[in-house]
């Protein structure tokens, strides 16, 4: 099975633009939501975890709106992440899937499923989810992504990058330069100041503050779906207190923390992360 960068490109034309993502396998569609952060894509998120999936499942690893890889649309980028989903499985004619979603990705998920319940048969978050209940807010990986978006520098990159982990040796030199090489790109860091510039979060932080509207993570008792919740136990992005209202108002979640283990568990608990979702997602 070919599951190299060129073997599996693809990309599909919607009405709101390009939307790329990456294909590999047969059986069930399986769509994977990448997070957000500096120099982020689909296929980095996913990469190493794909010959794994594909041997199970038809998978798909789309590019979000705005991250530089597919078409920009105007509007903040979860929202517009949300909506490409819907856009993307009705291009292929998806009607259901079962759907991995990193940190931000999980967010996505969660709001698709709990919009459109018929299209998200099973959902695997892994960080992300959820409110925090006695950490700090913004947590330590927030704080340095808005130290980057206000102004951006190979030092400040390398420090984020290295909180994502436990182990800081996953954070290769290689792992370095493409994030650096992504994060330069014009679209790529509009999206990222437009989630974590300071003004942008400021202006966030006021509009929740006079909104009515209650928080999406309030209304997680509508997600029908059977749901995965996975968590790394040191993740100082998302830290492991975030999970516990996600865990009781989603009517059939359950909670796997793997220790040792920071924001990017798919890549730092790579085997024990694919063991646990593959018997989740084949039961």
Not at 196 to 220: E, I, L, R, T, V
Not at 253 to 273: D, R, S, T, Y
Request: glycine share 8%.
């Amino acid at each position: 099975m070919d599951v190299t960068y060129e073997g599996t490109e693809r990309e599909v034309a919607t009405d709101k633009g390009t939307l790329r993502y990456h294909e590999a396998g047969e059986g069930p569609p399986l769509i994977l939501l990448h997070g957000s952060g500096i120099g982020v894509s689909g296929w980095r998120n996913y990469r190493g975890n794909l010959a794994v999936f594909a041997k199970h499942f038809h998978c798909y690893i789309l590019e979000f709106p705005g991250f530089g890889v597919s078409d920009p649309v105007d509007g903040h980028p979860v929202l517009t992440a949300a909506s490409s989903v819907n856009r993307f499985m009705d291009a292929l004619g998806i009607e259901s899937a079962a759907m991995i979603g990193n940190s931000m990705g999980g967010v996505v998920g969660v709001n698709v499923a709990m919009r459109f319940p018929d299209r998200v048969r099973k959902l695997v978050t892994i960080g992300g989810i959820g409110p925090n209940i006695f950490s700090q807010n913004p947590s330590e990986g927030t704080r340095l992504l808005q130290d980057f978006a206000d102004g951006p520098s190979r030092e400040k990159l390398v420090r984020w990058l290295e909180c994502m982990v436990y182990d800081k040796s996953v954070i290769t030199e290689e792992r370095i330069e493409e994030r650096w090489e992504t994060a330069n790109d014009p679209a790529s860091h509009q999206a990222l100041s437009a989630m974590y510039g300071s003004k942008a979060f400021a202006a966030q932080q006021q509009m929740m503050a006079n909104s009515d509207a209650p928080p999406y993570w309030s209304m997680m008792h509508k997600v029908q779906c059977p749901t995965l919740l996975t968590w790394g136990l040191d993740d100082r992005q998302c830290p492991p207190d975030m999970p516990m209202i996600p865990m009781r108002l989603i009517p059939n979640a359950e909670l796997h923390v793997f220790p040792n283990c920071g924001h990017w568990v798919m890549i730092e608990a790579k085997q024990a992360f694919e063991r646990v979702t593959l018997e989740f997602l084949l039961r």
